[in-house]
């Protein structure tokens, strides 16, 4: 590429000449410095970036799996309206299980209530038998009493 070009003195050219001359200097320096550059280039030293880039592809990889699994997570689905929902549906069974509770002890408080009823009726019937049976016996012992009386006169 490097011919052996006749290049007029400069003194003798035109203008136009002189940038023609001044173009193809460039050129040429242009044409050496990009075929250094070539002969550079494959002295250069490549890298194979394969073992780099699966290092790079695992950890991408094993990132992947940890923001599946904390999408996964509730609390990261967790918005404020769905944490009042949460908390709705938690007081509600938390009020069902306590109401459930509270007609279980009025169950109880009410068997309990009429067996004690029913005990002090019986204890009023059981009073009211023996006051009977105290006014009968004194009856008796009265007209055993009167009877023996008029046998013993007699």
Same mark, same amino acid.
């Given at each position: ?39 550079? /280039? ?7 970036? *394969?073992?780099?880039?699966? @290092?790079?592809? $695992?950890?991408? %990889? ?21 944490? /009042? ?7 509600? *069974?938390?009020?069902?299980? @306590?109401?459930? $509770?509270?007609? %279980? ?50």
């Amino acid at each position: 590429m490097d011919k052996k070009l006749v290049h007029p003195k400069q003194d003798e050219l035109d203008p136009a000449a002189k940038a023609f001359e001044a173009l193809r200097d460039e050129v040429a320096d242009l044409r050496r410095s990009i075929n250094q550059l070539s002969q550079n /280039i494959q002295l250069i030293p490549t890298q194979d970036y *394969r073992r780099t880039l699966a @290092e790079i592809l $695992r950890a991408q %990889e094993n990132m992947s799996g940890e923001i599946k699994e904390l999408k996964s997570h509730p609390a990261i689905n967790l918005t404020p309206e769905g944490f /009042i929902n949460k908390l709705e549906e938690i007081k509600d *069974r938390v009020l069902e299980k @306590e109401r459930k $509770r509270l007609r %279980e002890a009025e169950d109880t408080l009410r068997f309990n209530s009429k067996t004690i009823g029913h005990w002090i009726e019986q204890a009023r019937e059981a009073n009211r038998q023996n006051w009977w049976l105290v006014l009968v016996g004194c009856v008796g012992l009265l007209i055993g009493g009167l009877i023996i009386f008029i046998l013993i006169r007699k």
